[in-house]
């Protein structure tokens, strides 16, 4: 009986090291799911709703940023254009996921996901080589078309294996904002981004779920929000000083270790 927990809380650490990095979470859930053979709550509601164990952790760690732009967002000229650029960069991913929900639970297949992270890993390796000089170094100086593109460039994020950090990060450097401030916009933008999705799902499976599969839920998410709390620092980090590229190969290596094994194995 104690197995699915375990499994749960492998599943919440995994979720939690992958969430803020380049390398898709969801996709890394879907493949070590089908490794353990981990049978959660149906409709993916598990993956979607750990995933807010992680967004937790970045509220934690930026509650002063966070509630100094909610307490003076009447007040403060720089804190209404870091929630209408949030805002700006949130919409296209809502809508497309709304529209498109059942089509993209469709696309949640290890195929799919190591052929993203191949393709992904490609994109992140040339946008480091070709994309322009930094310009904007705070998310209250990035222009309103800029967080416009942004957003659209997460729109991608809805394909498993993508990620959404990565797709955020990679749309914002080419839009010539540094690398700090790029991580950091992916880290607020999935906050509303990950609390309405876990709505959504868990009241459309709402009717599905038992208490074990809360039980489940729970554990995933408190691991999650632990693991989180460390990753989230040593990631700024890190990019700052070695920038995205050693997430690029880890994609491409283990897209293609994974399709082989589909294929072979």
Known sequence: MMIPYLQAMLMGAVEAMTEFLPVSSTGHLILLGHILGFDGPQGRVFEVAIQLGAILAVCVLYFKKLSHVVLTLHSDPASRHFAIVSIIAFIPAVIAGFLFHD???????????????????????????????????????????????????????????????????????LCRIGRKTAAEFSFFQAIPLMLGAVAFDLYKNRDHLSGDDMGLIAVGFMTAFIVALFVVRWMINFVTRYGFSPFAWYRIVLGIVGLLAVYLV
Request: net charge positive; with cysteine.
């Open 103 to 173: 089509v993209i639970k469709s696309l949640y297949s290890p195929v799919v996901v190591c052929i993203a992270l191949v393709i992904g890993g490609l994109a992140i390796l040339a946008i480091e080589r070709w994309k322009p000089a930094p310009v904007i170094d705070a998310v209250e100086d990035m222009p309103y078309k800029t967080a416009l593109f942004v957003g659209l460039a997460q729109m991608l994020a809805l394909v498993p294996g993508v990620s959404r950090s990565g797709a955020t990060i990679m749309g914002a450097l």
